[in-house]
């Protein structure tokens, strides 16, 4: 369906043709070719991390930074319930088992005393996602973790250029992963990244992610590894986005301002940034009062040609992960009342004003 304002655009205004367009003239478009080693060293030096290592997309990125950890059969990984599904099913594809961990009302992200709840003595690592762009309370769940020696993971996947007291999301745990998906702050699409500044990790992600390959050794393999590598036309396209990241995060803060000013007044909650935040807000998000029917305020904005999303359902309530008595009831209250509003850098000051007006005309009436 097309939307007047659809939730996400990416933003292709950059070199992306002319890179993508070399690839194909030196026939380099597979996994090797000089966009691929750059968007690595690019990445890692916009987010202040040691290593990066590109591969096809955002749970693969997740899983692969899992295996290196060692995670598998017989472990626990706590995992926040309200994050997209991806984070969950990376451990399972482990073998390990995902122990799902309430929010905090406000940041809506893991909740640290439900985190110390949860441990147990299978328990090996915590794993965090940054939701919609909005970091993580990283301080303390560092000093749980380091209270009972568990590895730490972050699913940076929503939360490129977001910052805890200007220190980048993805260099605070022992391992991290992002995403490129169409819908991502910087697209490549298809694609993810795992990040690192533990050089042993490093090395081993990278063998992992090349089929197990020996070092110094052509055509050895001496560890079951995986194909998890990017295109080179990927990587040349995540290279034209990265080169104007900045001006991106930069709009779409100003949109996320735009929304607040435009909607303070009304009995709506915002998930905005606090002290010591960065936050790139991804997407702009909101809670509608629970007086409010959510399925109505969005059919409303949706007459006017605006696409909203619900937030994600808490990973708990799916199927395949329910638990009969299982209650996390911050994340559920937040899934049912949170709505995502058009978020893309291509909004001017107008379209945001409208859409807020279409807000307010439902809201008000």
């Not at 949860?118 to 965090?128: D, E, F, L, S, W």
């Not at 050895?220 to 900045?246: F, K, P, S």
Request: with cysteine; aromatic share 12%; hydrophobic share 40%.
């Amino acid at each position: 369906m097309n939307y007047k304002y659809p939730v996400y655009r990416p933003l292709l205004n950059g070199n992306e043709k002319r890179y993508v367009n070399k690839c194909l003239d030196s026939t380099w478009i597979s996994s090797k070719g000089e966009f691929i080693s750059r968007f690595e060293k690019e990445f890692a030096s916009f987010t202040n991390s040691k290593y990066a290592i590109a591969v096809p997309n955002g749970t693969i990125a997740l899983h692969l930074a899992l295996l290196t950890l060692g995670i598998g059969r017989g472990d626990e990984v706590l995992v926040p319930t309200l994050t997209y599904v991806a984070s969950a099913n990376a451990v399972t594809y482990t073998n390990a088992k995902p122990v799902f961990v309430d929010s905090l009302p406000g940041s809506w992200q893991p909740d640290p005393e439900d985190i110390r709840k949860k441990i147990t003595k299978r328990t090996k690592a915590v794993m965090v996602a940054h939701l919609y762009g909005y970091p993580s309370n990283m301080k303390e769940i560092l000093k749980i973790a380091k209270e009972h020696n568990l590895l730490v993971v972050e699913d940076c996947a929503e939360a490129f250029g977001s910052k805890l007291k200007n220190k980048h999301v993805g260099n605070w745990g022992d391992i991290a992963s992002f995403s490129f998906f169409g819908n991502k702050t910087i697209t490549t699409g298809e694609g993810g990244m795992v990040v690192t500044n533990n050089k042993k990790l490093f090395n081993l992600a990278l063998r992992l992610k090349g089929q197990g390959l020996a070092k110094n050794r052509e055509y050895w393999h001496d560890i079951v590894g995986y194909n998890y590598r990017m295109t080179n036309i990927c990587a040349a396209i995540g290279l034209a986005q990265l080169e104007r990241a900045t001006k991106i995060i930069t709009k779409k803060r100003q949109i996320a301002k735009w929304y607040y000013v435009f909607l303070k007044d009304l009995p709506l909650e915002f998930h905005k940034e606090t002290k010591e935040i960065f936050h790139s807000y991804w997407m702009v998000n909101i809670l509608v009062s629970k007086k409010i029917s959510r399925d109505k305020f969005r059919n409303n904005l949706l007459k006017a040609g605006i696409e909203t999303r619900p937030v994600f359902f808490p990973i708990h309530t799916m199927p395949f992960y329910f638990k009969k008595g299982q209650s996390l009831p911050v994340a559920e209250d937040i899934a049912k009342r949170g709505v995502t509003l058009p978020s893309y850098p291509g909004l001017s000051r107008n379209d945001v004003l409208y859409i807020c007006n279409k807000i307010r005309e439902f809201v008000v009436n």
